[in-house]
């Protein structure tokens, strides 16, 4: 039972790691092409307010039967965590970047920075903090989303969970529950530190 | 020799209003002028034309003898300097990276860098030492006002264009930056809505009055314009001055 729980903890670690990493690198680049384009906040902001609103066993089972993507294992379980971290990372790194003094960004112009080092100099690190509590709510969400991904065989310390309820046993669905929850709060505790490390946008 | 700044016959609108209507005059090397006028008379907007923060709606801004829209854009606001209102200090670069915004961005060496945040620094008052470390927030007002007139002048720039850069300072140390700004040679567009100011530093006054160019000369001759504009200016210096 220790090395299974040492095993599927750190299954559960991986999963969560790699969605938190795609889902980083489409939001994030997506939320700064975003802020060079109004028009279209709505309606990516509304498509992936959508995907959140799908109840995560509903959205892991409609992912199954579709081609490529989908099937039983790891890789559909990626992919619905994805979806579910792409909302708050998005919103928050769009929330950062407009939320920077515009006056601050004339000024960085008016310096003769380029567009590029307007982003990188300026208004990211500015951004930063926003940026990062997007993250670090989308970590600690996914982290108790991934238990659900035991369902479509994606292992990880859901695995506990379901076979605890399955046979009605409390002590299996807390070896399960219980290392899922203190992941999550260190999640929250480690990167609300690095966030408070950055200035206040 | 040519105009550093020529402003031909230029209008600026936005959203249907006319902001600056129909602006010619020509600033010739080492020239310091100055541009005043009540609030939201066009000053700031004058400025933002000369280093392509904005471009005219009709008419040319030519810096050099060639219209801004011709500049690349990132060379014209590196070879101007720029003074901004409200100070426009990155909030989260130190003083020190603030005032070396501009040599960083042309890639010069470190050193060369710090040795001219130093000098400038002590330039405008402020001990390189003990503020060098600091950010914006950490500053006054003034101190803040300071750093951005420091900023402006850290790469050299052929020009200069301050907007109100002393309005936060105390007399005495808005005496001594106004020394300073008379010894500096460099080629100046200096907004304020000081009279006094605008007579001690300029070599020649722009008035503007609703976006138009009321007067443009010499501070004699400002003193005896007959201008509606410039007379209620005059009036601010006290019944003693106004001849
Ligand atoms: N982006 C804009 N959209 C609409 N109106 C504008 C815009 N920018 C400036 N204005 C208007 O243009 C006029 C001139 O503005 P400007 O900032 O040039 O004035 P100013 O002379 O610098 O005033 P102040 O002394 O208060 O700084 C003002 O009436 C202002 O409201
Ligand atoms: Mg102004």
């Not at chain 1, 039972?1 to 997506?30: C, R």
């Not at chain 2, 602006?23 to 006028?37: A, D, Q, V």
Request: glycine residues 10%.
């Amino acid at each position: 039972m220790w090395f299974e729980l040492q095993d599927l903890a750190i299954e559960h670690i991986i999963m969560v790691a790699i969605s938190m990493l795609i889902a980083a690198g489409i939001a994030i680049p997506t939320a700064i092409w975003l802020t060079r384009r109004a028009a279209w906040h709505r309606w990516v902001l509304g498509f992936a307010n959508i995907l959140q609103t799908i109840p995560s066993l509903a959205l892991f089972g409609f992912l199954i039967p579709i081609p490529f993507i989908g099937g039983i294992g790891k890789r559909t379980a990626i992919i619905a965590l994805v979806l579910y971290a792409l909302l708050p990372i998005l919103r928050n790194t769009l929330v950062g970047i407009m939320g920077v003094d515009a006056a601050v960004r004339e000024s960085a112009v008016a310096m003769g920075m380029t567009p590029r080092q307007v982003l990188w100099q300026v208004e990211l690190p500015l951004a930063a903090r926003t940026i990062l509590a997007g993250l670090r709510v989308a970590t600690v969400t996914t982290v108790g989303t991934a238990t659900i991904a035991a369902a479509i065989g994606a292992g990880g310390l859901g695995v506990f969970i379901f076979r605890g309820i399955a046979s009605v046993d409390s002590g299996q669905i807390l070896a399960g529950a219980v290392p899922a929850a203190l992941m999550a709060i260190l999640a929250d505790e480690g990167l609300g530190w690095i966030e408070r490390r950055f200035a206040p946008a | 020799m040519s105009a550093l700044v020529e402003f031909a016959g230029v209008s600026y609108s936005v959203g249907g209003r006319e902001i600056l209507r129909d602006i010619s005059l020509r600033l010739e090397p080492g020239e310091k002028l100055i541009l005043l006028g009540r609030s939201g008379s066009g000053k700031t907007t004058a400025l933002k034309l000369v280093n392509g923060l904005l471009f005219p709606s009709s008419g040319h801004v030519l810096v050099e003898g060639k219209s801004t829209t011709e500049w690349d854009s990132v060379r014209l606001k590196r070879h101007t300097g720029y003074v901004i209102q409200e100070s426009g200090l990155f909030p989260h670069f130190t003083v020190a990276a603030n005032v070396g915004t501009v040599p960083k961005l042309e890639n010069w060496p470190e050193q060369r860098i710090q040795a001219r945040v130093s000098e400038l620094l002590t330039q405008v008052g402020l001990d390189p030492k003990e503020f060098g470390a600091r950010y914006p927030k950490q500053l006054s007002g003034g101190q803040r006002q300071r750093i951005g007139v420091a900023r402006a002048l850290a790469a050299n720039p052929a020009l200069l264009l301050l907007d109100e850069p002393f309005g936060a300072l105390d007399p005495v140390t808005r005496l001594e930056l106004q020394r300073q700004f008379q010894k500096l040679q460099t080629t100046a567009i200096f907004v304020t809505h000081d009279v006094r100011e605008a007579l001690l530093l300029g070599s020649r006054i722009g008035l503007l009055r609703a976006g138009s160019l009321e007067f443009l000369g010499p501070p004699p001759e400002f003193l005896h314009s007959q201008g509606e504009e410039a007379r209620a200016f005059l009036e601010v210096l006290g019944a003693g001055h106004v001849v």
